[in-house]
T-cell receptor, first 113, second 113 residues
Framework: DAGVTQSPTHLIKTRGQQVTLRCSPK?????VSWYQQALGQGPQFIFQ???????QRGNFPDRFSGHQFPNYSSELNVNALLLGDSALYLC????????????FGDGTRLSIL | KQEVTQIPAALSVPEGENLVLNCSFT??????LQWFRQDPGKGLTSLLL?????REQTSGRLNASLDKSSGRSTLYIAASQPGDSATYLC????????????FGDGTTLTVKP
């Protein structure tokens, strides 16, 4: 049973570019959340997708956008990259419901030069 | 706004010692609290999920407790081993923002052989 998979594992971009990160949820999960984790800090919630719609959003600018596909996989898009966007981007999946545990992928390490 | 604090930020213990990691949160209207482990450069591994109606959860050498009224959770690790060395993160889900988890910055544990 495959867990949460994310691609790519590492990515290097320059300021002003755009990036797309991908996530496939654990089998049986229908909800995907994205988090940004800076070095030495806990993950910060970006947004959550369920039924192909954004359900919750954290305190991130509109440069951060996402999408969920009918097969529950998801993409995170970041436009006009800034140096401060360098971080580990984590995808978590779960079943819809308030008491469902989240399962995380290994993340995408994004470096902005 | 939910805020989660983990103390201490770092902890070093000799192998075999029992230890307690602390997590405190400011909004007691939570629906669950989840403890995670993170190895360097990796994603998060779920350890225990405590629902708001529960007081504790156990898995092997791990025991997590929850006291909503005081806004605290503890993770107890019995007979620590070098393989337990990692960063431990707690994440709180609140009814006000269903689907969003708020993380602490973690406690980095080193178990010396």
């Amino acid at each position: 049973d495959a867990g949460v998979t994310q691609s790519p594992t590492h990515l290097i971009k320059t300021r002003g570019q755009q990036v797309t990160l991908r996530c496939s949820p654990k089998s049986g999960h229908d909800t995907v959340s994205w988090y940004q984790q800076a070095l030495g800090q806990g993950p910060q919630f970006i947004f959550q997708y369920y039924e192909e719609e954004e359900r919750q959003r954290g305190n991130f600018p509109d440069r951060f956008s996402g999408h969920q596909f009918p097969n529950y996989s998801s993409e995170l898009n970041v436009n006009a990259l800034l140096l401060g966007d360098s971080a580990l981007y984590l995808c978590a999946s779960s079943r819809q419901g308030n008491n469902q545990p989240q399962h995380f992928g290994d993340g995408t390490r994004l470096s902005i030069l | 706004k939910q805020e989660v604090t983990q103390i201490p930020a770092a902890l070093s213990v000799p192998e075999g010692e029992n230890l307690v990691l602390n997590c405190s949160f400011t909004d007691s209207a939570i629906y669950n609290l989840q403890w995670f482990r993170q190895d360097p450069g990796k994603g998060l591994t779920s350890l225990l999920l405590i629902q708001s109606s529960q007081r504790e959860q156990t898995s092997g050498r791990l025991n997590a407790s929850l006291d909503k009224s005081s806004g605290r959770s503890t993770l107890y690790i019995a007979a620590s081993q070098p393989g337990d060395s990692a960063t431990y993160l707690c994440a709180v889900g609140t009814w006000a923002n269903a689907g969003k988890s708020t993380f602490g910055d973690g406690t980095t544990l080193t178990v010396k052989p």
